[in-house]
């Protein structure tokens, strides 16, 4: 069984910083992707940003420039940085992790309960 727990939401004003954190752990082979998705009120979830065991990250359009993913492989963990918030950037925040639970498994993604992160002043 894999664990994944996030921390570090909350409320800021907007042009403020927040950093998040995740953490897998348990039946782990091997991570993957680790990535972060938010899905804000009356919104799907969408992706903000992920990142490859080898450190090659993606974002989502709208975080460019302001957001930023990274990773220790060695905690199993990953981060965003968030820079520049904006209201628009109120959501749930979920981590996600792909993960192999033994050599040769197919890899699967595991999801943390999320976390909130309110932008307002």
């Known amino acids: 069984q894999v664990h994944v727990v996030e921390s570090g939401g909350g409320l800021v004003r907007p042009g403020g910083s927040l950093r998040l954190s995740c953490t897998a752990s348990?039946?782990?082979?091997?991570?993957?992707?680790m990535g972060w998705y938010r899905r804000g009120p009356g919104e799907r979830r969408t992706l903000v940003a992920d990142?490859?065991?080898?450190?090659?990250?993606s974002y989502g359009e709208s975080v460019l420039d302001r957001f930023t993913i990274s990773r220790d492989n060695d905690k199993s963990t990953v981060y965003l940085q968030m820079n520049s918030l904006k209201p628009e950037d109120t959501a749930v925040y979920y981590c996600?992790?792909?993960?192999?639970?033994?050599?040769?498994?197919?890899?699967?993604?595991?999801w943390g309960q999320g976390t909130q992160v309110t932008v307002s002043s």
């Open positions: 996600m992790t792909d993960v192999q639970v033994t050599r040769g498994s197919p890899p699967f993604d595991y």
């Open positions: 348990g039946s782990i082979f091997n991570i993957l992707t």
């Open positions: 990142i490859t065991s080898g450190g090659h990250a």
